[in-house]
């Protein structure tokens, strides 16, 4: 069955440092994924995808389909990424969404 | 825009009973997914509408259903409450297409409590 799993419920870095939030799936086939994240006091939203291969508000996730890993990545966290992170796949074929457990990051002064 | 609106915010109410939860999608948007997200848990799928059908489903049972209205909107249905519906309902919309999966717009969603 498909499935994403975020290890990390609460991520805690100091400001500046670098961050790392754990993405990994299971699907044999061909992914598409996606990472959301939901601000304190507003609703979830996309950050990125990673067809487009962007890097939004700093953040980078590459997928390793030899590791069936998504990772999100930022180089010097700031205060204002303090936010609950989620990992999502969708698989081809499919309209589903299945989304990881989520990851508080919480940035610290 | 407001985006994805979603009523009612709170609803209270008790085993057994019926529940209609509403959506309006984003404006240009013609495709719409519900989702149960349960307390310190991520979004679950219950299903998606696309042209006034359920395209797509996820692991619920049959006392959960839907419907899409000509205008897009989209109301989730649950029948039989149980103690274990009690979650955050969320509305996602997005374009629907036939080659990929769209990003989703999501709402505030509706908090159901049951009794």
């Known amino acids: 069955a498909q499935r994403v799993t975020q290890p990390e419920k609460l991520l805690s870095v100091f400001k500046g440092a670098p961050v790392e939030l754990k993405c990994n799936y299971s699907y044999s086939g061909s992914p598409e994924l996606f990472w959301y994240v939901q601000y304190s006091r507003q609703r979830l939203q996309l950050l990125l995808r990673h067809i487009s291969r962007e890097s939004i508000k700093g953040f980078t996730a590459d997928l390793n389909k030899g590791e069936t890993s998504f990772h999100l990545k930022k180089p010097f966290a700031q205060e204002e990424d303090s936010a609950m992170y989620y990992c999502a796949l969708s698989t081809s074929g499919t309209y589903k969404y299945i989304f990881g457990t989520g990851t508080r990051l919480k940035v610290l002064a | 825009d407001a985006g994805v609106t979603q009523s009612p915010t709170h609803l209270i109410k008790t085993r057994g009973q019926q529940v209609t939860l509403r959506c309006s999608p984003k404006s240009g948007h013609d495709t719409v997914s519900w989702y149960q997200q349960a307390l310190g848990q991520g979004p679950q799928f219950i299903f998606q509408y696309y042209e006034e059908e359920e395209r797509q489903r996820g692991n619920f049972p049959d006392r959960f259903s839907g419907h899409q209205f000509p205008n897009y909107s989209s109301e989730l249905n649950v029948n039989a409450l149980l103690l274990g519906d009690s979650a955050l309902y969320l509305c996602?919309?997005?374009?629907?297409?036939?080659?990929?999966?769209?990003?989703?717009?999501f709402g505030d969603g509706t908090r159901l409590s049951i009794l």
């Open positions: 996602a919309s997005s374009l629907g297409s036939q080659f990929s999966n769209q990003p989703q717009h």
